[in-house]
């Protein structure tokens, strides 16, 4: 599998977004891509009026993103907001195989009430663990703030999970890059598995919000924790093979989740 780790800035319009979408999945296709993964938020930026940006899966911007899959012939996963109860939305990771067609659905499980925000105040959490399997990967989805919970890594790797897929739009901070590019090569050591996890990037159109944008420093890593690509601090498309075997090799090496203590911990 070939997976494209698409690193865009995200604008306050979904009409933009949808463009640099079908942008980045033309490059991704032409680059051999299987599988592109977009941000955290691809629909529309934080900051941004969220229930009314919401929309339900078969909406106009999801309709955008199915075709892009289609025209591309590239799987795709990224970030939208679903409408919810009272007034919140789901922060929600969508998936569309390379025919264009709705895989699954993963609605954000940890909702970032952390260093002075409050992500509930206008998202609703989610209720599922989800994997899915795309051009014959067993995939295990997680958004951002998920990262920060290793348990969720380690259910997604235990149901089958060969590559972890992480939308993000890790916000800049005091130590908080530091922590990012730490966390994501864990989740891949302690569990021997892929992790791709993708950001965004500030909006250079709007400079007011340029600290809503997130960091960046799109990764992918192995299962021995090597970072095989990261995209950095600008915006860009980077292709790279993964290799779904090495997950046994590496496993034979290091039987980590093999020597579990299951009868203790569950």
Wanted: aromatic share 6%; proline share 6%.
């Amino acid at each position: 599998m070939r997976v494209a780790l698409c690193q865009i800035p995200v604008s306050s319009q979904p009409s933009v977004n949808l463009e640099r979408v079908q942008v980045a999945m033309h490059h991704a296709a032409r680059h051999g891509a299987d599988l592109a993964v977009f941000p955290e938020a691809t629909q529309v930026r934080f900051g941004s009026n969220l229930t009314a940006a919401a929309e339900p899966l078969d909406g106009p911007f999801c309709s955008g993103l199915a075709t892009a899959a289609k025209d591309a012939g590239v799987a795709l996963v990224a970030g939208v907001f679903e409408p919810a109860t009272n007034g919140r939305v789901f922060n929600t990771a969508v998936v569309y195989d390379a025919t264009g067609e709705l895989v699954t659905h993963y609605r954000k499980l940890h909702l970032f009430d952390a260093f002075g925000q409050r992500e509930s105040d206008e998202v609703a959490p989610g209720s599922s663990v989800v994997t899915c399997t795309l051009d014959g990967v067993r995939v295990g989805l997680q958004i951002c703030y998920d990262l920060r919970f290793p348990e969720l890594s380690r259910s997604l790797a235990v149901s089958g999970a060969s590559l972890l897929l992480i939308p993000a739009a890790w916000a800049a901070g005091l130590f908080k890059e530091e922590h990012w590019v730490t966390l994501v090569r864990a989740r891949a050591i302690e569990n021997t598995v892929w992790v791709a996890a993708v950001g965004q990037v500030p909006d250079p159109a709007e400079t007011t919000h340029r600290h809503l944008g997130g960091v960046g420093r799109s990764m992918l890593v192995d299962p021995f924790g090597v970072v095989r690509n990261d995209v950095g601090s600008s915006p860009g498309v980077i292709v790279t093979e993964v290799d779904p075997g090495l997950v046994d090799t590496v496993r034979k090496t290091v039987p980590s989740l093999a020597n579990r203590r299951s009868d203790l911990f569950g």
